[in-house]
């Protein structure tokens, strides 16, 4: 169905970052993939748009372009967001909220590569960001998508996938493995909640309980929830650059057998899953100190990972590890003092090291690094890491801080 035409630009308010928007429809779709429309997102994107520029420059896009000026203007700004995400982003198109939830490059590249060779629906392929990961390594490839207007966006950003408007909770495709990627905002708002996805999980894996699905969800979510909807197969929880990005879904046929859990470090092109052995023992600090990738915490195999770089834990129930090697590409804090903590006896021991900028970590104990860090008033000329954490259980814990020099 056409959009209706507007000769005033249609706003909405993002509610999370305060800021306005522009709702796309499909008339301003039409104009942007247009001879004119492409000629003026050039001429547009010249312009700064600094935060210094903003207002005079959207006033000099008005008088050069009318009632176009406002989606020449947010595409602009949407492609220069893109592309920390995408090497493909200076001639793409965006809404907003397509391209908070796209997925990495890397990410999508990585999820891509588990799927070469195979037959993929991607039915919520949005503006199209994991159909252009998956067109290099997909037997044959299809996507769909319910919003018209990311469909028309999608058929501009990839133009030689076969693509159609389809709902996800009605199957259009048999034999392929279907890709799925349900929003997790609305109204600029975050969704923690699997329920309250669009589609809703449950909802999701019961249509396609008989067929082989992956499913990209929040990195957040709750894994016990997810096995009382049903699902038996793997979760990936996959980080980049440092930072958890999701976790996502494979259905039994697609899972290594005996995989439940996986972590993905892309930064290192590491793998940890809960097949691999998790003998490692708990003792007093080496060396160094490591704290696992995010990936690897958040799947549950912090002790797989120690066993296999042959480090242990300061304590069975903190993710914190040591060592008296440290693993190869991996940041870790070599332990120069260890102290009861007291926010008096940290001061005086990072004072005496002459430390004047300190990054604090935290992991079992109730404090804020950043209060923490206000407090100390720190004046030294050195720099310095402390490692906050609680050893022990019942009455013989202790909050313990240890004073390390960071590898990096």
């Not at 199209?128 to 319910?146: F, K, P, R």
């Not at 396609?208 to 049903?230: E, M, Q, T």
């Amino acid at each position: 169905m056409a959009a209706r035409r507007t000769e005033e630009l249609v706003l909405q308010r993002d509610g999370d970052r305060g800021q306005t928007v522009l709702k796309f429809d499909l008339d301003h779709v039409a104009y942007l993939r247009s001879d004119a429309g492409a000629q003026a997102l050039r001429e547009i994107a010249a312009l700064p748009l600094t935060d210094s520029t903003l207002v005079s420059d959207i006033a000099w896009a008005r008088e050069r372009f009318g009632e176009h000026s406002g989606a020449l203007v947010e595409t602009t700004v949407l492609r220069r967001k893109a592309a920390a995400k995408l090497t493909c982003a200076h001639n793409w198109l965006f809404t907003d909220e397509a391209l908070q939830q796209a997925t990495a490059e890397p990410v999508a590249r990585h999820r891509a590569r588990r799927l070469a060779g195979r037959r993929v629906h991607d039915a919520t392929c949005s503006v199209g960001t994991e159909l252009v990961a998956l067109a290099d390594s997909a037997d044959l490839l299809l996507g769909s998508d319910v919003d018209p207007v990311r469909l028309a966006m999608a058929r501009h950003n990839v133009p030689d996938v076969g693509l159609c408007r389809a709902d996800a909770l009605r199957p259009i495709s048999r034999g392929a493995v279907v890709l799925l990627d349900p929003a997790r905002r609305r109204g600029g708002r975050r969704r923690f909640d699997p329920r309250d996805y669009t589609p809703a999980l449950d909802a999701l894996l019961e249509t396609y309980r008989d067929r082989d699905v992956v499913v990209k969800c929040a990195p957040g979510i709750d894994f016990n929830a997810v096995r009382h909807l049903g699902f038996t197969g793997e979760i990936e929880v996959t980080s980049l650059a440092g930072s958890v990005r999701e976790a996502c879904l494979w259905s039994t046929n697609l899972a290594e057998a005996g995989v439940t859990r996986r972590a993905t470090i892309l930064d290192t092109r590491e793998q940890i899953t809960d097949a691999d052995p998790d003998n490692c023992g708990v003792g007093p600090a080496g060396r160094w100190i490591v704290d696992p990738d995010g990936a690897v915490v958040r799947a549950g195999l912090v002790r797989h990972y120690a066993a296999r770089h042959g480090l242990w834990q300061l304590d069975r129930a903190i993710a914190y590890l040591s060592g008296d090697e440290l693993p190869d590409g991996v940041r870790g804090f070599e332990v120069l003092e260890q102290i009861d903590y007291s926010e008096r006896r940290l001061r005086q021991a990072l004072s005496a090291r002459d430390v004047g900028a300190a990054e604090i970590l935290v992991r079992g104990v109730d404090v804020d690094p950043d209060r923490l860090r206000s407090r100390l008033r720190l004046r030294g000329s050195t720099a310095a890491s402390a490692i906050i954490t609680r050893l022990g259980s019942g009455p013989v814990s202790r909050a313990t801080v240890f004073i390390c020099r960071p590898s990096r």
